[in-house]
């Protein structure tokens, strides 16, 4: 409930009140499960310290897949959101079906295409 291109912000649905800026008390060390796979490049963003409007970089895993056809396409889309974010430490399957039958895939292609994504952070200095 910190993302507020997802949940955090006003009239989300069957709550009281609203979770508008809710991200402000994260702590950096929080580790953030990144689920928002329609606007994913733009939470992923959000959390990784480069808005300027939310400057806390946050340590993040994608937690995709959400039962989306096929898991091995939903994968490379997923590390193709990520380029160019740093702090994503890789990602998981998720599903709400109980279906595992695409995790080999998902997983197989997610790590084919992690070295792309790395080459796409900037090496921080040191």
Known sequence: MFDPYHNAHDHVMLVEGS??????????EVGILNWNLDKLKTSLTWFSGLNPDQPVPHPQIIAGFYDRGDGAAEARREVAEAE??????????????????KLK???DAARA??????KSVPVPKQ
């Open 113 to 118: 295409a992690w070295p792309d994504y790395l």
């Open 84 to 101: 160019g974010v740093p702090n994503v430490r890789g990602l998981m399957y998720t599903t709400w079906n109980d279906d595992y039958s």
């Open 19 to 28: 979770f508008a800026g809710s991200w402000k008390g994260l702590p950096p």
């Open 105 to 107: 895939a998902f997983a």
